[in-house]
């Protein structure tokens, strides 16, 4: 018995889709490392295409054949391959690839200068229509102290971790790292997985010494987005988990710089 | 000593902060049920401002206060008044809410008719601007059917629980209720809390009887959306935990319809 | 075609289950407060009985009659029954339900004595065999600040929000608001949702007068267990969301006092 | 000013901690793999030490520390070693760690043969007090396809993704690959990244003529856990994400089998 293809059905509701695939593939992936060159790591990936009126559905299985063909690729350097054989594949006009990732970065406490690893979850979002359009993303974890509670108190101030998420457009290379330092440059102070005695003095007096509002932090950084040429858009974001609170303060900021 | 408002201060950095308020904040609410006349629930609740680019800080206490102040209100009727009082009260241009809580429908089986409660995933979320901007929203469980998968095979079809998201804009109001029927009447069939043995088989032949691709079912809820008068504008993403892959099939549309 | 109950199946595999039933029920529930008498909150709920080796297979339509028959009785004062119900409806020797659920109390902030909802995730964990037994729990976030940050800082110390899990066994009656406060008061401080400039002062100098380790937390909060008459068991565990790594501290307690 | 070891204080509490430590650590690991000798992933990591009642605290930057020094070698072949260092810097009579994380197969699809990963998420195990435990476990995604929607509707067979989750003690050395096996074989059918047509149409087949309750699939894993000499231990559970309801079934069978 013949068995049609169901998806290559004409379809008659007159109804482009947006986006439609694949979604939470885990998949392990290669990026590249300023210090190491390449880094292996985990990414969480979504790949979509738009899907023209004219036809039911989608081949769900090209994507995984085309990811599979980039496996030993580093992937920074060829989304934009990676989204022409997805177009052509599926016979798109547009296609569309998210990746989250953690990235990890050997750190050097502050005064011990002992090292150990630190993870920030990154991310790239890239899609292909007629131009190509690429927004690289990471997410840091910083100590945010509260200026205000410093202020009205005698003694201490509350003082929490936060999430800072930035994601830029750019016309230059930039590293992931350069990113992850623009954040941490901008908190009360930067966080680090080993800390000794003489760290810990040292991490604890920097926060007090620079309090930050969740509203100073995006600042700060909007600020060195501004300055830097290569950087076209960004968007920043910070989430404080009070330490007071059972909820958290946040701050947003989303601007064209070029 | 006298101690400064550090929130008040001028600022001189020129960035006006798009969004800034209090994040994750759990909250006990009332809803307009159309069944029940209104439904006790509980929110997870973000309230932001802008900050214009004058001030350093916004205070944030303050949209706990009129948060409480609603704490008695059905918050959908109330919800332009609400972004009222904060933009008042924080002294901003503008204001946004965004509130997402769970939804429960006594549903009767298909066969049986016994009744049981099933919960939807639910969202509010508002800005006042100039003008008031509302969009509602529901997170809808429902069955899918593949489709290729029963033309493909001598016998069965796999199947899984998808969660079809669907947002509108609208100019004449509209349940939450009327949301989730156009999703489950757009499925291979609808999902209950309890089923007795006539009803899991009405079920089962019903979703073998209405297979639907993921982009079925996001083109038949956007034909719906285009015929009812009072939606101006919608989005709707259907994912699908595919039981045969550990990812998902996703499509996602978002049209103007006015 | 005459259909069998396959659920009634003999079984010769010779395995006793020792729980099966259904997990991740959403569901509207009242439990009593001990301000205003009864609070309607939401319960992820799970429902488990052992399966005899002798069978195949459980009715899982039935776990949500019973629940259903029990939809405005208050929980708490109801388990024991229900679970007798579930055993008899089931037909099995043991019976067992967790649920979790938010939990609001109003709070006074400490010096402008302002009113606020603050949340605790709560739990009721009970089991039916030849004897009936009751768990209860809840999760309070409170801020920690540390000792040795303190020590050895010349001004400033990390402080951070944790979630304290605190369970119990009891032989008379315990409020969740008896658990919660002694939660509290083993803190550096307590949380609040609202607080003024007078408040976040009290809060922050408060928080650097107690500063407590993860171990003191636990080790405080267990004495005042052993004080209580009424506990027979009980089990802690305090998690810092440490705001100088990006990791917790832990510590965890487990006794039986009587 | 001489600052105090405020960790190292005498404690009269009387209080022993039973677990305390570092948790939620992100960290890339290298695991053995059966087809490639190693395998590079990245685990989350909790590592706790008993605390006699006599010590105020524990020092948590010596966990990372010892967590460094194994960062090249394969963790599987190490953990005892591992854990003895740990009681060592620690001084501490008994230590504990658990790592959970992806773990990848190349898998072929069961006609085309095509090959793609799946992602299977394992968990370690271990901890050392006067002897060394040691589980490892995995959870595996597959279809379940229920045998009474099966019986009783005149087509088609409700289905869904199940993850099961398999944890053993050993005497001999195992591999997670035929853990992974074990659950696979026990399913309706397994899960697959890639299935092409003619692997679809085998599939949907295979799954309809091999229907299990979730009782079904625990009994069978305890058999063959039963049956292989190695396992001296072992607990199974599955929760199947039913296609027919927004909550899931659940099983649970833990024996000791030697």
């Keep these: 018995m013949l068995k049609n293809d169901v998806q290559n059905e004409k379809d008659y509701r007159d109804i482009t889709i947006d986006k439609v695939g694949v979604k939470n593939i ?23 295409v738009e899907l023209t009126k004219d036809f039911r559905g989608t081949h769900m299985s090209r994507f995984l054949e085309v990811l599979n063909s980039y496996h030993q690729e580093t992937l920074i350097d060829n989304l934009e391959s990676f989204l022409k054989d997805i177009k052509t594949t599926l016979g798109s006009n547009s296609s569309y690839i998210k990746l989250q990732f953690p990235y990890f970065v050997n750190k050097k406490a502050p005064v011990s200068r002992i090292e150990s690893l630190l993870n920030y979850q990154c991310e790239f979002e890239a899609s292909l229509k007629e131009k190509f359009d690429f927004v690289i993303g990471v997410s840091v974890p910083i100590t945010a102290l509260c200026p205000c509670s410093k202020e009205i108190s005698e003694y201490g101030a509350h003082n929490q971790r936060s999430i800072v998420t930035l994601k830029v457009r750019y016309q230059d290379f930039i590293w992931l790292d ?51 040429n290569r950087i076209t858009w960004f968007s920043v974001e910070s989430e404080n988990f009070e330490s007071i609170h059972n909820h958290s303060a946040y701050a947003f900021v989303e601007q064209h710089t070029k």
């Design 178 to 228: 350069e990113l992850i330092e623009y954040v941490e440059s901008s908190a009360s102070c930067e966080v680090y997985s080993l800390l000794k005695r003489v760290d810990e003095k040292y991490v604890t007096e920097k926060a007090y010494e620079n309090p930050v509002f969740v509203e100073d932090i995006v600042r700060e950084i909007a600020l060195k987005m501004r300055n830097d």
């Design 26 to 48: 885990n998949y392990p992936i290669i990026v590249e490392d300023r210090t190491n060159t390449i880094q292996h790591t985990i990414a969480n990936i979504d790949i979509f």
